[in-house]
């Protein structure tokens, strides 16, 4: 899984929890679930396949908050967690349960968008890890045991559906579809997953024969190109770099709407935020590539071999991670993974030095231990062993595990069981010690001469642009302009009140567009000399870059307020709408007069159906313009209960803050009593606070 927010590590203490069963082997779940899109719930028949070890007088099921839990087998009890079956279950023996139930899970399984809408149709798919599949389908919570899941869907036929393993059989029946997958090798439950919308389908091949699938949504479907661009080179990087073939039938990624995280590597089936679907200038601006050969990296490390508990998680996040950073410096050169390397350990150390470094075995890490100081530690233990034992380790500790549950040492075996070098110190170092080991990652770093200079050029940021204006230059001019321009645009505009026109002027005619970004996201007073310079921004290659530079400008030059405003009308921005919603707020400023279209405009953004980063959005700008009407604080109400954590706490935040307003207090409070806001309970805490 790849997290947006660097610290979250919510799902880890609910990994804990999950119960194991040590004489029970499940090997197979076949389950045929029907989707009701209408009344957003499920229904599903489930056969569950499985050996006892050891006699058993029972054996359970995880299963959250089902209804009409029905099996004619065995006597059952269900307690609205798991399904116990009691027996006298003999030893080595194989077992056969059916069961079926409904379902309209709170979490796991998620629908969004509304259904027959044009511009945003139902999706509906699922996130397991953290979430629990047991919340739609009865599986083990507990990762420690593999199942083959072979798993039917049926639902209206408008939609396409995917989910693991390979389509089988589809049928129609009158408006019905059933979507038949089939699996051949077992995983932990938490990697289930479909997905279905109104999707449209891409095919490549892989250099091994592995066909990869790519989904978008139909109304996106002009962006596979600029999405998927490297999607083939990453396959069969990683593929070769591991050194051990794919491990599953085919391989899917599929973009959703308001997806939880950026992405998620259910096997042989990523699902990834649709902030990631970009056009020819929004893949500008995007880091996919990162999120892609991370999923599809986990494949591996996490989906075939998989820890026993999250005292091991950085065996799928620190692997992960590391194995996107080879594939980025395999498409994007090695000054590029130096780079990264440099950035990661630049927070490991901060977090380190202010006592906050964690240990790796710590399984209530956060994700920047888990994900970075994990790859560091890899990026470590192959500089202590060299490449050729590292990737013969990698690939045995695979070949070796496959199919099964390991811990750290499994991995630190099969690596020492090829070396000399005393791993006992490599361990202690890297895996035990809270703090991170900076002096051996500084020496690993300044290798290279390229990182040297990126020391030295960041050591000047203390001091005044006029004594550092030769270094500046010397770095604009640099052949490393990827790495050194950005920083130079940051040094440029971090002393407000001396601007060098002539450097900026050089920053922005290196025409580089990250250099251009960050000088006009950083910039607060544009020179007026540099005006047209600045105005050339509105036309870059970014939608991120116009964004600000429409901002900047409107601010810096108010006759021109109505120019800017007329150049950039009818621009949409990123699929996120980033041009469009500035828009809308800067002409309701400008002209207060007719501020009332430009503001409905804004509001209309704020209904249900809509992505929340749309939402969230559209909310900030009606903020701005203090602007609440019924609609929009109705609006913003149902929201309280959005799926996606961070955009919840954006709401109640939001709320927090407009309630001081008297007049909104009272709109809230007569919304409440009329009935038209449902969400009573929880904005009733917010108002007492
Ligand atoms: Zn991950």
């Known amino acids: 899984m790849k997290s947006i927010l660097v610290l979250l590590n919510l799902f880890i203490t609910s990994i804990l929890t999950a119960q194991h069963q040590p004489n029970l082997d499940v090997k197979r779940i076949k389950a045929e679930v029907t989707i009701n899109d209408t009344l957003r719930r499920i229904s599903a028949e489930v056969s569950i396949y499985f050996h006892i070890k050891s006699a058993v007088d029972s054996v359970f099921f995880d299963a959250q908050n089902f209804k009409s839990v029905n099996s004619n087998q065995f006597k059952f009890s269900y307690n609205s967690e798991k ?15 059916d069961v079926s139930y409904q379902a309209k899970p709170k979490q796991t399984l998620y629908f969004t968008g509304k259904l027959g809408d044009t511009e945003f149709p139902l999706q509906i798919w699922t996130q397991g890890q953290g979430k629990y599949t047991s919340h739609w389908l009865p599986s083990l919570d507990d990762m ?125 089936c990523t699902i990834f935020s649709d902030e990631f679907i970009t056009d020819s200038i929004a893949k500008n601006d995007s880091d996919f590539v990162n999120v892609e050969a991370h999923e599809l990296a986990h494949q591996w490390f996490g989906n075939l071999v998989t820890e026993t508990s999250a005292k091991h998680h950085w065996l799928h996040e620190g692997f992960a991670t590391y194995f996107s950073y080879l594939a980025q410096e395999h498409l994007f050169g090695t000054p590029y993974f130096e780079h990264q390397l440099f950035s990661t350990a630049e927070s490991l150390k901060l977090r380190s030095d202010q006592g906050k470094g964690q240990r790796l075995f710590n399984p209530n890490a956060n994700s920047l231990t888990f994900y970075e100081k994990g790859a560091w530690a890899l990026h470590a233990l192959r500089n202590r062993v060299g490449d050729k034992v590292f990737f013969e380790a990698i690939s045995q500790y695979l070949v070796n595990n496959a199919y099964k549950s390991v811990e750290t040492d499994d991995f630190l075996a099969e ?42 050029l960041k050591a000047l940021r203390g ?65 007026r000399q540099l005006q047209l310079s600045f105005e050339e921004l509105l036309k870059d290659e970014s939608y991120i870059t116009r964004e600000h530079a429409l901002l900047k400008l409107w601010l810096n030059f108010p006759k021109k307020r109505s120019f800017y405003l007329k150049q950039t009308k009818g621009q949409d921005g990123n699929i996120h709408l980033n041009m469009k919603l500035l828009h809308l707020m800067l ?4 002209n207060p007069d007719n501020a009332y279209q430009p503001v409905r405009g804004l509001v209309n953004y704020t209904v249900p159906e809509m992505p929340y980063q749309i939402k969230r959005q559209a909310f900030v700008y009606l903020f701005q313009l203090n602007y609440f009407d019924e609609e929009s604080l109705v609006n913003l109400s149902e929201d309280l ?15 927090s803050e407009i309630i001081k307003d008297k007049t909104i207090k009272a709109s809230i409070n007569q919304l409440m009593n009329n009935g038209k806001i449902k969400n009573v309970s929880k904005l009733k805490d917010l108002l007492k606070k």
């Open 463 to 527: 001091l005044p642009v006029s004594e550092k204006q030769k270094q500046l230059k010397e770095a604009l001019l640099s052949k490393h302009i990827d790495y050194f321009g950005p920083e130079v645009a940051l040094q440029l505009t971090s002393d407000k009140n001396l601007i060098n026109n002539e450097l900026l002027q050089l920053a922005l005619e290196t025409k580089h567009l990250k250099t251009r970004q960050v000088l006009i996201k950083n910039i607060s007073k544009i020179p």
């Open 144 to 268: 420690r045991d593999k199942i083959e899941f072979d798993l039917t869907y049926t639902l209206p036929s408008q939609y396409k559906l995917v989910s693991n393993g390979n389509l089988k059989r589809k049928s129609k029946n009158v408006n019905l579809t059933t979507w038949e997958f089939d699996m051949q090798k077992p995983m932990s439950s938490y990697l289930v997953a479909f997905a279905a919308g109104n999707f449209v389908e891409e095919t490549q091949n892989s250099n091994s024969g592995i066909s990869i699938y790519n989904y978008l949504p139909a109304q996106d479907s002009l962006d596979f190109k600029s999405t998927f661009i490297y999607t083939q080179d990453i396959f069969n990087f990683l593929e070769q770099k591991i050194g051990v073939s794919y491990p599953w039938q085919n391989y899917k990624q599929i973009g959703v709407r308001d997806f939880l995280y950026a992405g998620m590597e259910n096997t042989s």
């Open 587 to 590: 002409s309701a400023l400008n």
């Open 83 to 97: 399904i116990i079956f009691y027996h006298h279950f003999k030893p080595n023996k194989s077992y056969k349960i």
């Open 641 to 655: 209960n959005h799926p996606v954590w961070r955009y919840r706490t954006f709401v109640k935040q939001l709320f």
């Open 415 to 456: 690596v020492q069981s090829l070396t000399q070098v005393n791993l006992a110190q490599f361990k202690q170092d890297w895996l035990l010690q809270k703090s991170f080991p900076a002096e051996e990652a500084q020496l690993i770093l300044t290798k290279s001469s390229f990182i040297e200079q990126l020391f030295e």
